[in-house]
């Protein structure tokens, strides 16, 4: 049994919007189960708790926040050497920097190497758990789960299937497509932390006879993920219209090959009418929000009113490489500033909604888990949950001290830890109950200066 004490943030762990807890000296107490998972047992008053527990072996965190580990819920490990490279937009991006640079991943040592860097930059900034896209070659997949399940990473991958408009090294074959989909399920879904997504790339890049086979291994296969991306730009929209002029749609080519359902995860959905997220919500699928690669590549912004309007599940996502940055710090900022403006059909901006620093967290953690179907066993910190935390240390950031010490309540304090805060906060990410990003802790033995949170 151990035990961190610090100030503690967590979230109930099954509601479609934050309810935050916070204590600003806490312990939190893990232990492993009858299978050997290490959970959380308690969280809560350091005092009480210390009585409850008097064995366990305690990791003094005092002057550190202690919070979930993030949930990446949408990125692209093979465009890791893609981030930071210019483009017009979505369709000559893929074709000027992604589709070279996912040919490489035919070759496995390539793969491993990319995946090993991959990894690390998750740990460093704190994600724990990641839905990830590999790309059209098996080795790719192989390459990412076993660097993943060697550092006990919690991680969701899939074969991208991408039968047609797509250039020669990444272009898949049907049949053996839907083969080799198959034959990696049964090799990595539910082996420890690692699970299956069912990869269609994007509607455009898969034939009919390609999304059927994948719309029937979904429904073969109903705890295995789905993952794609969908309504994410307005040439790729047109272009899907041309393909598919008797689907309602975009997101309804999706559901009439039966891939909407629980455990499926669409990036982006910026151009979905009410229609779309009414089937988002009847179907239990999920959006996988992406504001800093919607930014980068100038395809729009995520209507966040429309979305709570409509009962749509999503969380946010770094979607590396379209996305600038892992750090979901970075992430939580641009979502609240393409928050504040959504676009009208008319392409005129109009007052959205303002998140609060709560909302944007929960996104990230608990939101992103309940978007995967994982609520209860990651993002939350319950007891039940799965040990994957982060601590954080205002310390790292001078300015991001000086402020959070000025805090005047909880909401202000979290505001200033999402604008100010980036990978240098994170001191120390537990996975699974075990550390795997350690720095030296001097003892703290004051609390933490958070003004007069309450």
């Not at 979930?68 to 990125?75: A, S, V, Y």
């Not at 892992?326 to 992430?331: D, E, L, R, S």
């Not at 005129?348 to 620093?357: C, D, I, T, Y």
Request: aromatic residues 10%; hydrophobic residues 45%.
């Amino acid at each position: 049994m151990q035990a961190w004490r610090g100030a503690i943030l967590w979230f109930d762990p099954h509601t479609d919007e934050p309810h935050v807890h916070f204590e600003p000296d806490s312990w939190l107490v893990t232990a492993a189960d009858a299978d050997g998972v290490q959970r959380v047992v308690a969280v809560g008053p350091a005092d009480a708790l210390r009585a409850a527990y008097p064995d366990a072996a305690v990791t003094d965190c005092r002057g550190c926040l202690i919070a979930p580990g993030f949930i990446d819920l949408h990125i692209h490990y093979p465009q890791t050497d893609v981030i930071g490279s210019p483009a017009d937009g979505l369709l000559p991006w893929l074709e000027r920097y992604t589709f070279p640079h996912e040919a490489r991943f035919a070759d496995a040592d390539h793969a491993a190497e990319v995946a090993r860097f991959f990894v690390d930059e998750l740990l460093r900034h704190g994600v724990t758990t990641a839905l990830a896209f590999a790309t059209s070659h098996p080795v790719s997949v192989d390459a990412l789960l076993i660097e993943a399940g060697a550092r006990g990473l919690r991680c969701i991958a899939g074969k991208v299937l991408q039968d047609r408009h797509s250039p020669d090294g990444v272009r898949d074959e049907t049949e053996r497509s839907l083969a080799d989909t198959e034959a990696l399920i049964a090799r990595w879904h539910g082996r420890g932390r690692l699970g299956y997504a069912i990869t269609p790339r994007f509607a455009p890049s898969c034939s009919d006879a390609q999304m059927r086979g994948a719309g029937e291994l979904a429904g073969r296969y109903p705890d295995v993920w789905v993952q794609s991306h969908v309504a994410e730009n307005v040439d790729e929209v047109r272009w899907v219209r041309e393909l598919y002029p008797h689907d309602r749609s975009y997101l309804a080519v999706y559901e009439r090959f039966g891939l909407l359902r629980p455990r499926a995860v669409y990036a982006h959905g910026i151009y979905l009418d009410d229609a779309d997220r009414a089937l988002l919500a009847q179907t239990g699928a999920a959006i996988a929000v992406s504001p800093t690669s919607n930014l980068f590549l100038g395809s729009g912004f995520f209507d966040y009113a429309a979305a709570r309007a409509g009962s749509v599940r999503h969380g946010l996502a770094s979607d590396v490489g379209g996305g600038m940055s892992f750090n979901p710090f970075v992430t939580m900022r641009a979502a609240y500033t393409v928050s504040r403006a959504t676009v009208r059909g008319d392409g005129q901006p109009k007052v959205g909604l303002s998140l609060s620093a709560v909302d944007l967290w929960w996104q990230h953690t608990a939101g992103a888990a309940r978007a995967l179907g994982l609520d209860g066993v990651i993002g939350s910190l319950a007891p039940g949950s799965e040990a994957d935390f982060v601590v954080l240390d205002a310390q790292a950031i001078p300015l991001l001290a000086r402020r959070t010490a000025q805090a005047a309540s909880l909401a202000e304090w979290l505001f200033a830890w999402v604008m100010l805060a980036d990978e240098r906060v994170v001191r120390q990410v537990i996975v699974a109950g075990t550390p795997v990003q350690t720095h030296h802790f001097t003892d703290a033995s004051g609390a933490l200066h958070v003004g007069s949170v309450s």
